[in-house]
């Protein structure tokens, strides 16, 4: 019984998706079959919602593509699919309700909303970059920040966007390092670490492939870099001994509290672990025993994480 519910429902969208053009499946009443207006908000004839906003609740004329409730604005193509899908199965089956589809909704009425009204491009575009950084699309997030940076360069969350962007470079680094392109891989490490010189896991990693191509003496450079901005790591300690690097005594111990550097703290602040923080799941540590700075070996990538990242 619930099988063929759920069954009828799946194949409804697929039948709906792949059959009808979107202008006929909202100027035709579903429930009835009576020709509807664009103006019209419910069918004339049995009063069924034509374009209501799940979200929201608002009844939107037929003609709208997203919510025209006060600050919902909600793709609406998508909803008119999944209204004819009775509320009960629609909850059951979790229809359009996983993060990533939400986010991928919030995608589409920030485009619209940056056409509809370019004076919220500065709230909107700073949203569109935090929602890749949560789909955990580093490439689209870094060029995204920069896009903002470029639009808005004296911003107030200037330093919290540069700890973004840093962090988003490093995860892109990583994505062409695990393809075995080291070029690109090197070139987004060291854009990472001159976008936040603080962020000491970029330097490591640049320290890493300046390793791997034998160039010691930037290896060495690099590794000093990464223990100036997390004194004590234990992973560039490792490495400046291994060059035969001279270690300032002061950076040999992690520094206090109070001296965290005001850019790293901010990320704190805002719901961003502070290097270094556990490795998420596309990166792999550059620390000391998973790859020596000599093996030539190429760490299997991580498998995507879910929709539901953790950050
Ligand atoms: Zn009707
Ligand atoms: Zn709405």
């Given at each position: 019984m619930r099988f063929t519910r759920i069954l009828t429902a799946v194949l409804l969208v697929a039948a709906l998706l792949t059959a009808l053009p979107s202008w006929a499946i909202r100027v035709?009443?579903?429930?009835?079959s009576t020709i509807a207006e664009l103006?019209?908000?419910?069918?004339?004839?049995?009063?069924?919602?034509?374009?209501?906003?799940?979200?929201?609740g608002t009844l939107n004329?037929?003609?709208?593509?997203?919510?025209?409730?006060e600050d919902c604005a909600e793709p609406l193509a998508e909803m008119r699919l999944l209204g004819r899908i009775d509320e009960e199965t629609r909850k059951e089956l979790r229809l359009g309700q996983s993060e990533r589809a939400q986010l991928d909704r919030e995608l589409q009425s920030i485009d619209y909303l940056l056409e509809k009204d370019p004076s919220k491009a500065g709230k909107l575009l700073f949203r569109r970059a935090r929602i890749y950084q949560q789909m955990d699309f580093p490439a689209k997030e870094a060029v995204a920040w920069q896009e903002y940076l470029q639009k808005f360069?004296?911003?107030?969350?200037k330093s919290i966007i540069t700890v973004f962007l840093s962090e988003a470079l490093r995860k892109w680094g990583y994505l062409f390092y695990s393809q075995g392109d080291k070029e690109t891989a090197l070139a987004k490490y060291v854009a990472a670490t001159a976008a936040n010189p603080a962020n000491a896991e970029a330097w490591l990693w640049v320290g890493r492939m300046k390793s791997e191509a034998k160039d010691n003496k930037a290896a060495a450079d690099a590794y000093l870099k990464a223990l100036e901005a997390e004194p004590g790591n234990k992973t560039a300690i490792h490495f400046l001994r291994k060059f035969k690097r001279q270690i300032p005594a002061a950076l040999l111990t992690p520094v206090k509290?109070?001296?965290?550097?005001a850019a790293r703290k901010a990320a704190t602040a805002s719901g961003t672990p502070p290097a270094p923080a556990p490795a998420p799941q596309t990166t792999v540590s550059?620390?000391?025993?998973?790859?020596?700075?000599?093996?030539?070996a190429i760490p299997v990538p991580a498998a995507q994480p879910p929709a539901s990242g953790t950050n």
């Open positions: 035709i009443c579903l429930q009835c103006t019209d908000e419910t069918c004339k004839k049995c009063k069924y919602e034509l374009n209501k906003c799940l979200k929201c004329p037929v003609s709208a593509d997203f919510c025209e409730g360069p004296d911003t107030k969350k509290k109070v001296a965290v550097p550059p620390d000391v025993p998973s790859v020596s700075p000599d093996a030539p």
